[in-house]
């Protein structure tokens, strides 16, 4: 079975530090990978995702950027952390999209808690 | 641009009483469509998809949803709400095309179920 880990599930960080957030995905091979952050709890943004390795697509412009050195890991990182990049960020993984598979659902990790003091 | 909207922030429902918590959406193409749901600091948890031609879906739980195609919406249901149903729910969509597709959101709903 698929499994998906990502760490840590908090993290709190001054103004200004880098970041690096992990995510691996087990059991399966070539997946979309996707990173998105929810803040307040409510919606989600998607801000990567990528569908092989050193190929990632940004969907908003920020301090934030994204890296796939290797097929099923994902790394969320940032130079120097801003206040507003507190939030609650996501790790997910589907299946290739194609024909009939368009409709495979995301598979999310637990999450990881960022506070930026 | 392509959407997804949970028009309700909160829905309260009385314990055993039907809910619904609604969603459209606005996507080019056969639409696919997902309802998530997430409890306090967890990631989501997939409930169920929408697969064409059934348009009455089932799925985890006991939730059901509902796809209309002439609304483009896609309401998830259940006859009996349970306290244990409160939570936050995500309706979501596959945008894009073959491989290089990706999944949004909508803003979430927050079901309240009291005793």
């Known amino acids: 079975s698929q499994t998906i880990h990502q760490w840590p599930a908090t993290l709190v960080q001054p103004v200004g530090s880098p970041l690096s957030l992990e995510c691996t995905v087990e059991?399966?091979?070539?997946?979309?990978l996707y990173w998105y952050r929810q803040a307040a709890g409510r919606g989600l943004q998607l801000l990567f995702y990528?569908?092989?390795?050193?190929?990632i697509s940004s969907e908003v412009p920020q301090n934030l950027s994204a890296s796939r050195p290797q097929d099923r890991q994902f790394i969320l990182s940032s130079k120097k952390l801003l206040l507003s990049d507190s939030g609650f960020y996501l790790c997910?993984?589907?299946?290739?999209?194609?024909?009939?598979?368009?409709?495979?659902?995301?598979?999310f990790g637990q999450g990881t808690r960022l506070t930026v003091v | 641009a392509q959407s997804v909207a949970q028009p309700e922030d909160q829905v309260n429902v009385a314990e055993g009483n039907p809910l619904t918590v609604k969603c459209t959406y606005s996507?080019?193409?056969?639409?696919?469509l997902f309802w998530y749901v997430q409890y306090p600091n967890r990631g989501l948890q997939f409930l169920l998809k929408?697969?064409?031609?059934?348009?009455l879906v089932k799925g985890s739980y006991g939730f059901e949803a509902e796809f209309n195609k002439s609304q483009t919406s896609f309401h998830l249901k259940k006859p009996s709400a349970l306290v244990s149903d409160s939570a936050l729910y995500f309706c979501?969509?596959?945008?894009?095309?073959?491989?290089?597709?990706?999944?949004?959101f909508g803003s979430g709903t927050r079901l309240s179920i009291r005793p």
């Open positions: 996507v080019s193409g056969n639409p696919y």
């Open positions: 929408y697969i064409t031609g059934d348009n």
């Open positions: 979501a969509a596959r945008v894009g095309y073959s491989s290089a597709s990706k999944i949004i």
């Open positions: 990528s569908i092989g390795i050193d190929q």
């Open positions: 997910a993984w589907s299946r290739k999209g194609r024909g009939r598979s368009m409709n495979t659902e995301a598979f």
């Open positions: 059991g399966t091979s070539n997946p979309n």
